[in-house]
């Protein structure tokens, strides 16, 4: 009788001690999470492209070795590119302003990057259709 009178003092305490280490735990992953958070912004860029902006495009070639012509040395992005069209937060439609025409299809802000002019400005070359 003594023992389980025990036993019952026992289980009352430890589900006293129940709710604080839920809270504990609680806090503990809400910690984590914000460290993860900080860790993944600080390596992710965020990009707000407007209508009008200048864009670097990634550089989309095959090596040939008819043409003697290695993808590897081309250069990885082209442009500069006009933003005519801001489809969604994260989807744009381009222009080229050399050629005066407007790019098939769409492109992702993660492929796009700012344009920086410098003196060697890569452009896309023409592709005989």
Request: one cysteine or more.
């Amino acid at each position: 009788m003594k023992q389980f009178k025990y036993l019952q003092w026992l289980a009352q305490k430890e589900a006293e001690v129940i709710p604080e280490c839920n809270k504990m735990a609680r806090r503990v992953a809400v910690d984590a999470q914000d460290q993860w958070v900080k860790a993944y912004n600080e390596s992710h860029r965020r990009q707000n492209f407007k209508v009008g902006d200048l864009v670097m495009r990634p550089n989309m070639v095959l090596s040939s070795a008819a043409d003697k012509y290695n993808k590897d040395l081309a250069a990885p992005r082209v442009g500069p590119f006009e933003v005519v069209e801001k489809l969604s937060p994260t989807t744009f439609r381009l222009h080229n302003p050399k050629t005066g025409k407007t790019l098939k299809g769409t492109w992702n802000v993660t492929k796009l990057r700012p344009f920086v002019p410098t003196a060697h400005v890569v452009t896309p070359p023409s592709v005989p259709v």
